[in-house]
């Protein structure tokens, strides 16, 4: 089963919720699903599954979680497959959910039961016959790309106006600013990944320190002495380091910080800082973007061997940490690399997604958009599994909660 999440915005950029896709099947590996084969198992919904098996916690950080449901599999005991979590999920339904009776019904059952309702890609000339069902609706996406926006806000607002409205499909920047102040609960869309590059960010002397604390570890044959005495300057970074060291060496009595990163060594150390100043140096970004940087450096890592890349796994995850770099800086990637160490390779993957790490990269993009018809295809042609894909991803979602944990 492939999975990603997609993250749901208030107006100050900070993540409020998240919408979990799934795709059950490789309709490319198996092309006889795309007949009556696609109804196999409809009645389940892989989203819960994934959530009863793994957890809110891991997936989303306890934050609650939209999930799509069919029209087949809204008749399905929903409460039994996510028992106790009825209040932190919202089900996502379109339009072949209809105003007909049984829905309705249906609907009335699952509001009782605690779970939230939202429905998207209900068209305008529709919205009239939903009106017993947006009754009971909480939520309602509008794409912004398909609707006129501004009216579809006045309509609900006057008709429902216990609805949160969510703008979804923003691509830009500009998008999230011209909605701003307009009623909208959420924001959905690709707009925070993307660099304004209107005026670059001033770095501050505090960032200018992570910086060359990244440059040195990332050098061949680094000396641990010096990034030990640039990590000195800096007090979070100190703590965290003695923090990780501690949980390494329980009966060791570290004596200063070149004693404790002598006592981690050098791999550690630097696959360590690479992630814990990442956090330091997106902090006035919106956490999300540090939090992709993490997975997608994680992902891309697990990912390696699949990708005959095993032996170069250590400079997939430096690429996906600096993955967002332009986001940050608000610069073109170009700009933004020449202030970070990296090899060529990453650069040219990073600036024009070509070289031997762009494929990898343009997956990872993919998947984390839920382009999974393209995921697919990359998939058949490298012969890799649903499994390895999923388990991949899962595996970096773990990792990504332990680092919260060590924090």
């Known amino acids: 089963m492939l999975i990603t999440l997609v993250p749901l915005f208030d107006e100050e950029l900070a993540v409020e919720a998240y919408s979990v896709f799934c795709q059950k099947n490789n309709?490319?590996?198996?092309?006889?699903?795309?007949?009556?084969?696609?109804n196999d198992g409809a009645g389940r919904i892989p989203g819960l599954e994934l959530i009863s098996e793994i957890g809110l916690d891991v997936l989303t950080a306890g934050k609650p979680v939209f999930v799509p449901v069919s029209h087949i599999a809204v008749f399905s005991d929903l409460a039994s497959e996510c028992p106790r979590l009825a209040g932190k999920i919202v089900l996502l339904f379109d339009d072949k959910i209809t105003p007909e009776e049984r829905y309705v019904e249906r609907i009335k059952e699952l509001k009782k039961q605690g779970f939230g309702i939202a429905f998207h890609k209900i068209p305008i000339q529709s919205f009239a016959k939903y009106d017993e069902l947006f009754r009971m609706t909480d939520y309602i996406f509008l794409n912004q790309k398909k609707t006129a926006i501004d009216k579809a806000?006045?309509?609900?607002?006057k008709l429902y106006p216990n609805i949160r409205l969510c703008a979804g499909n923003l691509e830009t920047q500009e998008d999230f600013e011209s909605l701003k102040g307009k009623g909208y609960a959420f924001y959905e869309g690709n707009f925070y990944r993307v660099a304004v590059t209107r005026g670059s960010r001033e770095v501050t002397p505090l960032k200018y320190n992570y910086i060359e604390l990244l440059n040195t570890v990332n050098e061949e044959g680094f000396e641990l002495s010096k990034a030990a005495d640039i990590i000195s300057q800096d007090a979070a970074l100190t703590i965290s380091l003695l923090k990780i060291v501690n949980r390494f060496s329980r009966n060791s009595t570290v004596t200063s910080i070149r004693h404790a990163a002598a006592m981690l060594g050098q791999k550690e150390l630097k696959k360590w800082i690479n992630t814990a100043v990442v956090n330091e140096l997106y902090?006035?970004?919106?956490?999300?973007?540090t939090r992709v940087s993490l997975l997608r450096a994680k992902f891309m890592e697990?990912?390696?061997?699949?990708?005959g890349l095993a032996m170069k796994k250590d400079e997939l995850f430096l690429m996906g940490i600096f993955s967002l770099l332009d986001v940050i800086m608000d610069k073109p990637m170009e700009e933004a690399l020449e202030i970070i160490t990296v090899t060529p390779a990453i650069k040219k993957a990073l600036i024009e997604h070509t070289g031997e790490y762009a494929q990898i990269l343009d997956f990872v993009e993919q998947y984390e958009a839920a382009s999974f018809q393209e995921v697919s295809r990359v998939m058949v042609t490298r012969q890799l599994t649903m499994e390895d894909i999923s388990q991949a991803y899962m595996d970096s979602l773990r990792w990504y909660k332990e680092i919260l944990v060590a924090k």
Do not use: C, H, K, R
């Not at 697990?302 to 990708?307: D, E, K, T, V, Y």
């Open 153 to 157: 806000t006045i309509y609900f607002g």
């Open 302 to 307: 697990n990912l390696a061997g699949l990708f």
């Open 27 to 38: 309709m490319l590996q198996q092309p006889m699903l795309l007949g009556t084969g696609s």
């Open 283 to 289: 902090s006035d970004s919106p956490s999300e973007v």
